[in-house]
């Protein structure tokens, strides 16, 4: 029995190699609950709620970026752009996305961060924000909420082929989520 699992283990593993990803994961890990209302009008984006925490070099781009968000439907508070301080080295290189955001969405909330923030090397777990938030750079969670990806896998999560599913699915395994207490936050 025990040969037949290190098998079966050994033939995913091959199988997750050979084609870049795994077996399809339940629905049930990827998005809320359908008892789960966002908090915005969700027909013009599933970003309900995007922070950014960016570079003190931006701080007199603060007027543009805000025209750049708003113009992409995106709720803007006066604490929404916040400026990490002068002095005080580079903001963390991290992005968290929650579980009902649209893979269109994502990719722009990535694309944003690559712009402002100049990389993305951390993912902040899921299960930790709101299902339509998006933090970039975000100082809120440990290190232990973060998971370090390579390169290569955000230009995974930025293939505009993936869908919304496939999007999830792959935050999903590159956070190893599956490994990880599931605990409702929201």
Known sequence: MKRLMILTGCLLGFFVMLTGSSLAVSKEYLFPPASYKPSCDTSKTTICTIELWLAHKHKKQKKEIKGFLKSKSLK???HTI???????????TNIAIGSAISAEDARLA???A???NDTVDTLILRPLNP???V????SAWDEESEVSIKPEELEK??????TTEEFHSLYYELTN???????VFY
């Open 110 to 112: 990535i694309d944003i």
């Open 76 to 78: 803007v508070l006066h």
């Open 82 to 92: 916040q400026f990490w301080r002068r002095g005080n080295g580079h903001p963390p």
């Open 131 to 133: 299902p339509n938030y």
């Open 157 to 162: 999560l930025r293939d505009p082929k993936l």
């Open 135 to 138: 933090a970039i750079a975000t």
């Open 114 to 116: 690559l712009k402002y």
């Open 177 to 183: 989520e599956a490994g990880i207490k599931r605990d």
